[in-house]
């Protein structure tokens, strides 16, 4: 991994969808975790963001007490953090009419989500949570919005 930096994107919740994504904009390795628990989600903060050498920014969707969980974490580490809702990175990557249904936005993320995987040469998922498609996107947003990469590859282009 050398002097390559890292963005881990995040939609955060019991049910977190997770994407860490280099900084030429590809996508390294995306997953999902279910907890029981916030203390459950707490142990797994502090282990995921200590195994990333070179974690350089994370991007968190969501609120509460589960997104200050990660952003306090990143802060004892020196990790640029930014929050974001749905719709910032929603609005820039996917279309009006694709948003009209939050079932109708999910679906389009999954199919964005799955060719920023096959671009990316990442493994190809068996399945895909809804929550790790948005986790994607929201990497996918946060290299863009870092400036790591100017603008979106025509393979991914929505």
């Not at 200050?68 to 929050?83: C, H, P």
């Not at 749905?86 to 199919?111: H, I, P, V």
Request: glycine share 8%; hydrophobic share 40%; proline share 2%.
């Amino acid at each position: 991994m050398g002097n390559e930096r890292f963005l881990l994107a995040i939609d955060a919740g019991l049910k977190t969808g997770l994407a860490l994504f280099n900084d030429e904009g590809r996508l390294r390795w995306y997953r999902s975790h279910h907890f029981a628990n916030s203390s459950a989600l707490r142990r797994c903060v502090f282990r995921t963001l200590r195994e990333i050498d070179n974690l350089a920014a994370l991007y968190i969707e969501g609120g509460g007490n589960l997104c200050d969980l990660w952003e306090r974490e990143a802060g004892r580490l020196n990790v640029a953090v930014r929050r974001i809702g749905a719709e910032t990175w929603r609005n820039d990557l996917l279309y009006s009419r694709d948003q009209r249904s939050g079932k109708q936005a999910k679906r389009k993320a999954e199919d964005l989500a799955r060719r920023v995987i096959e671009w990316s040469n990442a493994p190809r998922p068996t399945s895909l949570r809804h929550d790790t498609s948005e986790a994607i996107l929201i990497g996918l947003w946060g290299v863009l919005d870092a400036g790591w990469v100017k603008e979106l590859p025509q393979e991914i282009r929505r």
